[in-house]
């Protein structure tokens, strides 16, 4: 890890507010943050109910309802490299990650039933690194996908 992607990183998302952000969801669900490598804190303990998810990133902050030692720890590096790679998006899009992440997820859910398996955001980062499994599509979108990827008689 580092290098100047990480510094560029870390700078774009306090420059976007998506760090601060993070930060105060951090605090509003009781979590304590540490400094991990590369910029990135990692606020552990977090209570609120919302999002569901075990781990969670916003900016440069990465939010998780365990322990921050418990992402940290080598045995992790997956999971903790799949939520660094969420930062790095958030880098790219800013403030428009959030709802273009929520569309994304939408937009899972309605092919397979999933709002990770077909969310890009989720494929970018590394599925199966963040907890996330491959689902088939749902019958209708694989009559839509078979539909447009038929290729025309010659």
């Known amino acids: 890890m580092g290098g100047r992607w990480s510094s560029l990183r870390t700078a774009v ?11 105060v969801v ?7 943050r540490e400094r991990g490598p590369d910029g990135v804190f990692v606020a552990g303990g977090y209570r609120l109910p919302v999002p569901a998810q075990p781990c969670f990133t916003v900016g440069s902050v990465v939010v998780t309802r365990r322990p921050a030692g418990w992402l940290l720890d080598p045995r992790r590096a997956e999971l903790f ?10 880098a790219l899009l800013g403030p428009l990650f959030l709802p273009a ?3 994304a997820c939408g937009w899972s ?3 397979t039933g999933s709002y990770g398996c077909r969310n ?3 494929r970018r ?4 690194a ?6 088939p599509l749902r019958p209708w979108a694989v009559r839509v996908h078979t539909t447009f990827t038929r290729r025309p008689p010659r």
């Open 13 to 23: 998302n306090w420059v976007n507010g998506s760090t601060l952000a993070g930060l």
């Open 26 to 32: 951090a605090a509003l669900g009781g979590a304590t």
């Open 81 to 90: 490299a799949h939520e660094v790679r969420h930062v790095g998006q958030y």
């Open 101 to 103: 992440y929520l569309l």
């Open 109 to 111: 859910y309605t092919l």
């Open 120 to 122: 890009v955001f989720e």
């Open 125 to 128: 980062a590394g599925l199966s």
């Open 130 to 135: 963040g907890g996330y499994r491959e689902l």
